[in-house]
């Protein structure tokens, strides 16, 4: 078990995991993630006001992290896919948590939100 000492030395469970899925931007991508595999150009219109540069960054960042899979088709124009890995995958069940405290916080029944 981790003491209070352990977390305030950078060994915190907690910190960890917000330092892979820092930020807005890293969420909302493995939130469209979860649906299945998606584009760069479907991830950035999903996206309202990500800038290109933040997306990439992002998605480079993700893929470092091993919460991506990133995959290069040898075609004219090159396609390039985006998917989550398992590890990707384990934060699902925590997403679908702020999802459910946020739906009952703005007292709604449903969203757009694509958690599939």
Avoid: N
């Avoid at 040898?74 to 069940?93: C, D, F, H, N």
């Amino acid at each position: 078990m981790l003491s209070t000492s352990d977390c305030l030395q950078g060994a915190c469970p907690i910190s960890h995991v917000l330092d892979l899925i820092d930020g807005k931007w890293s969420i909302l991508l493995l939130r469209e993630l979860f649906c299945g595999d998606r584009r760069t150009h479907e991830l950035s219109k999903a996206l309202t006001g990500i800038s290109s540069k933040t997306l990439s960054h992002e998605l480079k960042r993700l893929e470092k992290y091993g919460l991506l899979d990133r995959r290069v088709y040898a075609e004219v124009p090159p396609r390039v896919e985006y998917s989550l890995t398992p590890k990707g995958r384990e934060i699902q069940p925590v997403l679908r948590a702020l999802y459910e405290v946020g739906r009952q916080w703005l007292d709604q029944d449903s969203c757009d939100c694509p958690m599939c």
